[in-house]
């Protein structure tokens, strides 16, 4: 069976910490390509979930950033919280 080549550009922090990653599994960056290639041809997919935010979605994200944002309070810990609401 002929090979070929396939070549990446990664970030070299990402490429760092995913071959130590790997390195502990006992694999190396080319084993997994190879073993996320036959898992795309297997399941004629990608192993792993990928989703865009639906515009609901989005919008609680907006909002959720907004409170963070308009919201000053931060708590050391969940008894500090609760004294700050018995206030």
Sequence with gaps: MASTMLHVRLDEDI???????????GLSAADAVRLLYHRI?????????????NATTRE??????????LRGDRFEDGEAMIRALDG
Excluded at 15 to 25: D, E, Y
Excluded at 41 to 53: H, W
Excluded at 60 to 69: K, R, S
């Design 15 to 25: 490429k760092t910490k995913g071959n130590a990653a790997l390195a502990a599994m």
């Design 41 to 53: 041809v297997a399941e004629q997919a990608l192993p792993l979930e990928l989703k865009v935010p």
């Design 60 to 69: 609680a994200m907006l909002e959720a950033d907004a409170i963070i944002t």
